[in-house]
């Protein structure tokens, strides 16, 4: 398995910008797809992109999409997440996850990833 660390939350004005990163270790990283999940309280997890394991392929929901983008840096095991234009309600724990399902960059579900980074709070003030 791989294993994940997240860093970069934090408290951002509505409107501001952040740029997550999360820091991968194991052999086997760089044959992975790797995804950023949020869940805020009360709600259950939610898919927020993905990135397939060469990085030419990226996914995102519909309600980020146009605002965050997903990267990543094989070479120094690292995927990173650029969020534009905060919202308030883009509040929530941001976590990593990592997983041979989303290989080719298409996989959204929870269980589709095998590991998981320890979260990351992001707020957003209105």
């Known amino acids: 398995q791989v294993q994940l660390v997240e860093s970069g939350g934090g408290l951002v004005q509505a409107g501001g910008s952040l740029r997550l990163s999360c820091a991968a270790s194991g052999r086997t990283y760089s044959s992975y797809g790797m995804g950023w999940f949020r869940q805020a309280p009360g709600k259950e997890r939610e898919f927020v992109a993905v990135?397939?394991?060469?990085?030419?392929?990226?996914n995102y929901a519909d309600s980020v999409k146009g605002r965050f983008t997903i990267s990543r840096e094989n070479a120094k095991n690292t995927v990173y997440r650029k969020m534009n234009s905060l919202k308030p309600e883009d509040t929530a724990v941001y976590y990593c996850?990592?997983?041979?399902?989303?290989?080719?960059?298409?996989?959204?579900?929870?269980?589709?990833?095998?590991?998981w980074g320890q979260g990351t709070q992001v707020t957003v003030s209105s």
């Open positions: 990135i397939s394991w060469t990085g030419a392929v990226t």
């Open positions: 996850a990592a997983g041979i399902r989303p290989a080719l960059g298409y996989a959204r579900a929870p269980s589709d990833f095998d590991s």
